[in-house]
């Protein structure tokens, strides 16, 4: 495929453009959301990871609970959570974060995790027994987990996903080239593995990727082939931006046009599902993936 060309310098496509702009998180779902988060002693990663959506989905009374602490064992170059040794974990989390739910009365709950590395069965147990317990408390809300590299430990991947949660998202973030770069604790092959491992359980199946990294338009469509390979039925894509200058520079912003392409591509390559967009997460819209 031929690639659109690029008229603007790199300086001006480093310049963050107009349809960038996110909303500021205002209003009484959003102080309610807060509220509940702090008093249950949670983690998002909407906070932890310098979501822009955090606005639009706390205000909408949704949230993307960030299980297993907030310390990362992982040291990947586009991500704001913390990296270094992880305390203890919490056995109570399970059960704050089911009754939070229940609280906020959430008709779809996005779970997800730090990478705990250190773990032998790297925080399997915690995963099974945070979507147990809000199936428990919510028989009716339907969740999505969204569950990390966990190193080709196959009997900790189905522990994870055996809890009864209706989808199973692996990010694989980046292009196979990038990885190196942006992942150097993963591996392409292996994330790949993980995905066709979970749609082989039975699970819906789902990954996401940045762009803006320095990927070429003929690479994201291969990892579009790769996945769709793989067994996996939903696909986000959105912009990479920056979260402090400590972390990999943003190579360009990518045109909503672009995204449309893409989206389009998706389709015809056999996803279920494609939402691409510059301001797309792989939380973002999430109920609508079932």
Known sequence: MHELPIVESPKQRRRKPDWLRVKLPIGENYRRVRELVDEHKLHTICQSGHC??????????????????????????????????????????????????????????????????????????????????????????TIETLIPDVRGTWDALLRMIEGGQEVVSHNMETVERLYRKVRPQAKYARSLEQIQRTKDAGMRTKTGVMVGLGE???????????????????????????????????????????????????????????????????????????
């Not at 909408?60 to 609970?65: P, R, S």
């Not at 040291?75 to 739910?101: Q, W």
């Not at 972390?247 to 449309?260: G, K, N, Q, S």
């Open 216 to 290: 070429t338009q003929d690479e994201i469509l291969k990892i579009m082939d790769d996945l769709v390979a793989h067994g996996c039925d939903v696909l986000t894509i959105g912009q990479y931006l920056q979260p402090t200058k400590m972390h990999i520079e943003v190579a360009e912003y990518i045109h909503p046009d672009i995204f449309e392409m893409y989206k389009e591509e998706g389709l015809k390559r056999g996803f279920d599902y494609v939402e691409s967009g510059p301001l797309v997460r792989s939380s973002y819209h999430a109920e609508r993936h079932i």
């Open 52 to 141: 822009p959506n955090m606005g639009e989905c706390w205000g909408a009374g949704t949230a993307t609970f960030m299980i297993l602490g907030n310390v990362c064992t992982r040291s990947c170059s586009f991500c704001a959570v913390k990296t270094g040794r992880p305390p203890e974990y919490d056995e109570d989390e399970p059960l704050r974060v089911a009754e939070a739910i229940k609280l906020m009365q959430v008709k779809h709950a996005v779970l997800t995790s730090v990478n705990r590395d250190e773990l032998k069965d790297r925080g399997a147990e915690i995963w099974y027994q945070t979507v147990v317990n809000v199936k428990r408390l919510s028989p009716n809300t």
